[in-house]
């Protein structure tokens, strides 16, 4: 009790201030100090899960965590604060450029930011299938707000098919959850179960029909609310639409939630006796992901939807890892991409407010405008294609080289060949930006403020690269 | 071979959701989705019957109340207030559609033939083949329509066909899982249904179809 | 003797049925528009009258017109006898489905013939429409009756409709099913409301009446009471159909089965009345949707069928 008491105090705080009469102003400060809040009281909940290598931390019947679910949880909750500290310089150059006029509307970004991360934290503590759908689900609606946010014809339109897509989706999921709760019923467990846990100490005994037709419902559900290849068609209208602190928390958060519980699933069937399944169709589908969105990152003609290929891509890339069964290489994948991508999202989002526009082809010579985010784009940029000094770098390399039979080494060679090609493909677009003459009117000053937490997130990407102090963190040689 | 109250409830909700197909009237559609939904609670309660359980009348009551009766009122509401009466049908006509429908409810029954039968029970065939034709009969109405509304149907037809199966596949959901996944789709509907006026709003019509600003290239 | 009591009823339902069904189609619709309507046997007295009168032939036709009425007629009379839509029956042969569908599309064939012999316009667009109707409502009718083959497992008429045959819910889903599907086919076959208005005055809506427009005095009397005998032939196979789905029906006596049989097919014929007053003539290209739902009723009952026969 104590636990749901910890865990869902402080949003409640937020929404509770951000439907007051509070002015914009105010919660602009209040709100990011809240989240940090959250992030420090978080840490201290989970910190015996994240100390032991073995045990797990159990709340209550249905919440426990252990330490790839603790480190997950504080990610999400570190790109959240981040993203909404970011959001106050983000919304006050809004209203310099007279839009974003109407307060009620930042109002309810805050509320739908609370509620969106809490419905995120709850999917890495809960031990049930059940439970675990449902926020995955509420993360679905509670973000829904977030993608409307600037309610225009364009937003309406990406949040409708958002909205459409992700619950059909999940609706698969679903099924999928209900399949590998029936083959429990089979003498398993008495009456069966939802706990992950125990579905993952009884795997030997569950159904095995059931278990793989639910896996493969589960990855398909799942994988529409990640952004795996063919279904990922909401994913780069919602990222583009959403504003850039949105688009942050999206692509650095969200995705990493719908990947955790596929992690989850897999883990499952893993123990199993068809461990086949699910060490070849993660990777064989992470491998054509990646493939696939490098493609659509050759030609693109928007700023974020760039960033938001280059996410399906790394998706790709996540899944491969959870297909090779290594959950420590998929929360250092994650965190080096979600630090990486949410810099760049929030840079972008800022370069889209000077520039006016999100069209490639009209954004021009960035470093001209401001060194700063120039620079600091830059890194993020490399971080995110995994150049060699930054984690991504680190963490592609040691998936890659942790194939082990022929399916997965010819996998690895198309993720390399899909590595290769998303690296030129964004370094031309990154160079166009950066170089070359501004061809528009700069209406909002680049101020440094605003490079602060980008710049943050580039070091901390920078650190996880050179010291492999995650890995280290997490027992991995 | 004998057929159970449940089954026959499920398989006449499959059926009805088959005809909903057929029809481009958005309230011929409501209609047959507030039948088909009845079924499913009837379902719900004699399965219980059978069982000797109390917990799944209390569901039952929720399902008929909510999802047969609340949902309906409130899209037969936003029908009147965004002046639609028939969808405009994509792809194929719908009595073609129905068509394929019921051909795919016939499929659904040699798809789901291979499904263990839940433990303790004799057969849950029917049921599994109920359930897949009603997720099949939601994505034939989702691919052959057009307006927004009638997706939402699509989806709703869908999430019945999921419940159906979790109903005849397992010995009963937990309670707390059964009721997140109603609260889930009740508040998804809602949600769904205020972007629908939205949409009226700014584009002046519902038309999923021409909703294709943010295409690529 | 009981054959030759049969026999004599049957005569008599064949004689006296057709007028009946018509008139009771032509009194409800009258009482529903607030008109007393003609008396029920009205057809009866019009046959007579068409009988009287002398007839009038274009010179453009040959042999063909006149032959086709006649050899309807026969057609229709061997199918009132080998169709079950009466219980009580005499001894009939073999009646096989697919040979009873295509009798009638003899009887079909006969009356396009004649239509397109007496060269005017109108019958031939008519009877192009007949065509064309005639070819979408097939498949529904052969699809429901060998539902009923399939699920009985016999391709014979006389074996599924006998009464020894056991009731389930399963198999009564399938005669509602099936007799649904009949009964709405044969408003298709006989060219009635939602299809073709049968009391329009205007040639070109019509489908049936067009076809007949040439044909006068005894061939008219001919042609319109071979109609009204199709017309009982179909509404008492659906009302068969019904009347199976009833679990204990067969149980009933004789007497009681007769009284039903003739009930069901005067009450589909008054629920006819009814849907000519209420419903509108469908748009001719909306009538192809309108066979397909029809359609769509057959397949769920084969589907049905083939299911169970499965499961056997």
Redesign the interface.
């Given at each position: 009790m104590n636990f749901l008491v910890a865990l869902t105090a402080i949003p409640l705080t937020s929404v509770v201030l951000s439907l007051t009469k509070l002015k914009v102003e105010q919660l602009r400060v209040v709100i990011p100090m809240l989240t940090w809040l959250q992030l420090v009281i978080l840490t201290f909940l989970s910190w015996p899960a994240l100390l032991s290598n073995t045990s797990v931390l159990t709340f209550s019947v249905?919440f426990s965590i252990d330490k790839i679910g603790a480190c997950f949880l504080l990610l999400t909750n570190f790109i959240a604060a981040s993203s909404i500290t970011h959001s106050a310089w983000f919304f006050a150059n809004e209203k310099l450029l007279g839009r974003g006029e109407e307060p009620q509307h930042e109002k309810l970004f805050y509320v739908a930011c609370a509620l969106f991360v809490t419905a995120m934290s709850f999917v890495f503590l809960t031990d049930?299938l059940?439970?675990l759908?449902?926020s995955i689900?509420?993360t679905?609606?509670f973000s829904?707000a977030l993608v409307?946010f600037s309610?225009?014809?364009?937003s309406?339109?990406?949040?409708?098919?958002y909205?459409?897509v992700c619950?059909?989706g999940i609706?698969f999921a679903?099924?999928g959850i209900?399949?590998i709760?029936?083959s429990s019923?089979?003498?398993a467990i008495p009456?069966?179960s939802?706990s992950i846990r125990l579905l993952v100490e009884h795997a030997k005994e569950l159904?095995p029909?059931?278990l793989q037709?639910g896996y493969i419902f589960c990855l398909l559900g799942f994988g529409t609310k990640a952004g795996v290849f063919p279904l990922h068609t909401w994913l780069p209208?919602a990222h583009?639409?959403a504003p850039a602190p949105a688009s942050a928390l999206l692509s650095g958060a969200l995705l990493n939630c719908a990947l955790f519980a596929i992690c989850q699933v897999t883990a499952i069937l893993k123990v199993s006796e068809h461990a086949l399944l699910a060490t070849s169709l993660p990777v064989i589908w992470g491998a054509l992901t990646a493939l696939a969105a490098s493609f659509?990152l050759i030609?693109q003609?928007g700023i974020k939807r760039l960033w938001a290929y280059s996410s399906v891509e790394n998706v790709g890339i996540m899944l491969f890892a959870i297909g090779l069964g290594s959950a420590p290489l998929f929360f250092f994948q994650a965190l080096n991409h979600s630090l990486a991508k949410v810099a760049l999202f929030l840079l972008s989002g800022n370069i889209i407010q000077s520039a006016g526009t999100k069209d490639l082809s009209h954004i021009r010579g960035i470093l001209q405008v401001s060194p700063s985010w120039g620079i600091t784009f830059a890194a993020a940029a490399a971080a995110v294609t995994g150049m060699p000094p930054f984690g991504g770098f680190v963490a592609e390399w040691m998936i890659l080289s942790q194939c082990e039979n022929l399916t997965q080494g010819i996998a690895a060679g198309v993720l390399l060949f899909a590595l290769a090609l998303s690296f030129i493909a964004v370094s031309l677009h990154v160079g166009r930006i950066l170089w070359g003459k501004p061809k528009h009117q700069t209406v909002v000053h680049p101020t440094f403020a605003s490079t602060i937490i980008p710049l943050l997130l580039c070091i901390f990407s920078l650190l996880a690269g050179i010291t492999c102090l995650p890995m280290f963190f997490l027992n991995q040689p | 071979m004998t057929i159970t109250a449940t089954e026959i409830c499920v398989l006449t909700a499959a059926l009805l959701a088959c005809l909903m197909v057929g029809s481009l009237h958005l309230r011929v559609n409501l209609w047959l989705y507030s039948l088909s939904t009845l079924c499913i609670a009837a379902a719900t309660a004699t399965s219980a019957l059978e069982h000797s359980e109390m917990g799944p009348i209390f569901i039952a009551i929720l399902i008929a109340l909510l999802k047969s009766v609340a949902i309906p009122k409130f899209f037969s509401w936003a029908i009147d207030k965004l002046h639609v009466q028939r969808d405009l049908g994509a792809m194929v006509t719908p009595p073609l559609a129905m068509h394929a429908a019921i051909l795919l409810f016939a499929l659904s029954f040699i798809l789901t033939k291979e499904i263990p039968s839940p433990a303790g029970s004799v057969n849950g065939w029917f049921g599994a083949a109920g359930g897949i034709s009603l997720v099949f009969t939601g994505l034939l109405l989702m691919l052959t329509r057009r307006l927004a509304i009638s997706q939402i149907f699509g989806f709703l037809v869908i999430e019945n066909g999921i419940y159906i199966f979790a109903l005849t596949q397992t010995n009963g959901m937990p309670l707390i899982v059964e009721m997140g996944v109603l609260l889930d789709v009740l508040v998804g509907v809602m949600v769904s249904g205020l972007l629908l006026f939205k949409i009226q709003k700014s584009f002046e019509h519902i038309d999923v179809a021409q909703l294709t600003q943010l295409k690529e290239y | 003797m009981t054959s030759l009591y049969h026999w004599i009823f049957f005569l008599l339902s064949v004689a006296l049925l057709p007028v009946l069904v018509l008139g009771t189609i032509r009194k409800t619709k009258a009482r529903l528009q607030n008109r007393i309507g003609p008396p029920l046997w009205q057809p009866f007295y019009d046959l007579v009258k068409l009988a009287h009168k002398g007839e009038t032939l274009s010179l453009t036709m040959c042999g063909v017109f006149r032959l086709s009425s006649i050899v309807v007629f026969a057609d229709i009379l061997v199918l009132a006898w080998l169709t079950p839509w009466l219980c009580f029956k005499p001894w009939a042969p073999e009646a096989n489905i697919f040979m009873l569908v295509y009798l009638f599309a003899l009887a079909r064939m006969f009356t396009l013939l004649g239509s397109l012999d007496s060269g005017s316009a109108f019958g031939a667009f008519s009877a192009s429409r007949e065509a064309t109707l005639g070819l979408l409502v097939e498949p529904a009718v052969l699809l429901a009756l060998v539902a009923l083959g399939i699920f009985f497992g016999s391709s014979d008429l006389r074996v599924i409709f006998s009464l020894s045959s056991v009731s389930t819910f399963v198999s009564s889903a399938i005669w509602i099913a099936a007799g649904l599907a009949i009964f709405f086919s044969s408003l298709v076959e006989l060219s009635r409301m939602p299809v073709d208005d049968p009391t329009t005055h205007l040639e070109l809506t019509m489908i049936h009446e067009a076809m007949i427009l040439e044909a006068s005095g005894r061939n008219l009397a001919l042609i319109e009471f071979a109609h009204a005998l199709k017309m009982c032939i179909l509404f008492g196979l659906a009302s068969q159909c019904f009347l199976r789905a009833i679990p204990q029906f067969s149980t009933f006596n004789i007497y009681a089965q007769a009284g039903l049989n003739i009930a069901g097919l005067l009450g589909l014929a008054m629920f006819v009345g009814l849907l000519e007053s209420l419903t509108v003539k469908l748009q001719w290209r909306k009538v192809p949707e309108f066979i397909a739902y029809i359609l769509s009723l057959s397949l769920i009952a084969s589907f049905t069928a083939i299911g169970i026969g499965a499961i056997k």
């Open positions: 249905d049930n059940g439970l759908w449902v689900e509420a679905t609606l829904a409307y309610r225009d014809k364009h309406l339109e990406a949040t409708w098919k909205l459409i619950s059909v609706a679903l099924l209900i399949l709760f029936a019923q089979h003498g009456g069966g939802m159904q029909k059931l037709l209208d583009s639409e659509f030609h003609f | - | -």
